[in-house]
């Protein structure tokens, strides 16, 4: 046990979450709390998480939540995880050369690289979906399948897993993804308990 949790110490990986102007609160924000309280508890620290933006300053979320981004995308720690959520801003970054180049990049470097809602879009636009299962809110299922038409899109799951890229459906989904990536690295134990603590109703599928 010892041994395990000093691996895991060890082992703390860097967690970049993506935010632009009309981004979904709870898209990033529900990740966001369960990635940065996983293992807290036991003293461990498995995750560094931060935001980043394209550019420094606020960054305006749906409904006029303003939101200070840690980092840019141009001067964060090396991400381990990238996190695209949606909202209805991914219909203007999935057209922004800056933000797809990035997520393209990194999707080459990183040990996961996952979504949230309508991130899924600026996910096909980076080429990252084809042949690949995925998913996003139930309203942009049409326009997912249309961006990449040799996705497997699968509008009945709340996430699908492809190893290192993970999607999950509309909003609140996000957060059933996010436990059961961490329960992938840290193991299940670690998932329950984190869900415990903030008191969400997860249960590992």
Not at 56 to 75: H, L, Q
Not at 76 to 92: A, F, M, Q, S
Not at 160 to 165: E, I, K, M, R, S
Request: hydrophobic share 40%; aromatic share 8%.
């Amino acid at each position: 046990m010892l041994q395990r949790r000093q691996t895991l110490m060890e082992s703390t990986r860097n967690m970049a979450i993506l935010i632009f102007d009309d981004v979904e609160v709870l898209d990033f924000a529900g990740p966001f709390e369960v990635f940065s309280v996983s293992g807290r508890r036991d003293n461990l620290e498995p995750f560094n998480v931060y935001t980043v933006a394209e550019k420094p300053g606020p960054v305006i979320a749906r409904n006029d939540f303003s939101v200070n981004p840690k980092y840019t995308i141009e001067n964060c720690p090396e991400p381990d995880i990238v996190l695209v959520p949606g909202g209805y801003g991914t219909r203007k970054e999935m057209n922004n050369p800056v933000i797809v180049d990035w997520v393209k990049t990194k999707s080459k470097s990183v040990e996961y690289m996952l979504s949230v809602c309508t991130g899924a879009l600026i996910l096909a636009k980076a080429g990252l979906l084809k042949g690949k299962s995925a998913t996003t809110h139930h309203g942009a299922i049409d326009l997912l399948k249309k961006l990449e038409p040799d996705a497997n899109v699968d509008g009945t799951k709340r996430f699908v897993d492809n190893g290192n890229l993970i999607l999950s459906a509309g909003v609140a989904a996000g957060i059933d993804m996010s436990f059961h990536v961490v329960s992938r690295i840290m193991g299940k134990d670690h998932a329950v308990e984190t869900a415990h603590y903030i008191e969400y109703p997860w249960k590992p599928v």
